[in-house]
């Protein structure tokens, strides 16, 4: 006994099949690409462009939750409400398409990141930009954080002056004790020999302050949004090939239905009497 599977009639079934009914699913599947072909080239174009952003007081891993929170109002409801966030009319936030965010590589947490936007119109790049920046830093939160971290920079930048000032005050009573010849007086310099690496600290203290204060901001932008591709939402071979895959389908389903109903509904009616 045989217990191997014999697929031949089913391969002759197969090919019989193909033979009679070949060019119908083929001539369905070719229709299907058309139709595909033309949805894709009545679909509008758009645009797509990157800007890096970096934060003071928010962390790389906060803005880009924020940013991809946005990309849940891009609908007819939630356009008025990205439209409040970001300060813009509703004519420039309606183009928006698609935002995502994607942190910039780096072990300090404020390294920036980079937001990728998908517009219909080029045009409203400049206004998205705007609204980006003000969304990321208008709100409570980055405030309060913008002016306690103010508040804390200029109290070390002050502590680090009255330093300065204190250390600048003990020149004269050194050039004093050094213009004598006694002992004591030269054990008195040892001691005090370190002043000018503690200015050199201070000063350095004083610069770094000076330039966090002024670079203190909610967003910083480092590269603009500008539109650097023209396409569409879907790559070309994709409603191309899915009309081809839908036409092939419903082809087969009409000729299965055809078949069934030849064999089947077609014997279940009553012969006329002759």
């Known amino acids: ?11 002759v079934k197969a090919i019989r099949f193909a033979r009679r009914y070949g060019w119908t699913l083929a001539i369905g599947g070719f229709l299907g690409m058309i139709i595909g072909g ?11 462009g990157k800007m ?17 929170n946005w990309e849940d109002l891009l609908n007819k409801k939630g356009y008025p409400i990205l439209g409040n966030i970001f300060q813009q009319p509703l004519s420039i936030v309606s183009e928006l398409q698609g935002i995502n965010a994607e942190v910039i ?3 300090d947490e404020n390294s920036g990141i980079v937001i990728e936007v998908v517009a219909g119109d080029s045009s409203v790049f400049q206004g998205i930009q705007q609204g980006i920046l003000e969304g990321l830093q208008s709100n409570q939160y980055v405030k309060e954080r913008l002016a306690i971290r103010r508040q804390n920079l ?4 002050a502590q680090a002056k009255d ?7 003990i020149k004269p009573y050194i050039r004093t004790f050094t213009s004598t010849n006694d002992p004591a007086n030269s054990r008195l310099v040892i001691d005090v020999s370190n002043i000018s690496n503690e200015k050199l600290v201070y000063q350095d203290r004083i610069a770094a302050s000076q330039e966090k204060l002024k670079f203190l901001r909610g967003a910083w932008l480092l590269q603009e949004l500008l539109p650097s591709k023209r396409g569409k939402l879907v790559p070309a071979p994709v409603l191309p090939l899915f009309g ?3 036409g092939v389908l419903i082809s087969y389903c009409a000729v299965m239905f055809s078949i069934l109903n030849a064999k089947y509904l077609t014997a279940d009616k009553p012969r006329s009497a002759p």
């Open 52 to 68: 890096v952003v970096q934060s003071s007081v928010i962390a790389n891993g906060q803005a880009l939750r924020v940013v991809n």
């Open 163 to 169: 330093e300065l000032v204190r250390l600048d005050s």
């Open 38 to 48: 033309f949805l894709y080239y009545l679909l509008p174009h758009s645009y797509r």
């Open 244 to 246: 081809l895959i839908l």
């Open 105 to 107: 590589p780096g072990v």
């Open 154 to 157: 200029e109290w070390q930048l």
């Open 1 to 11: 006994m045989n217990d191997e599977l014999d697929l031949t009639p089913v391969a």
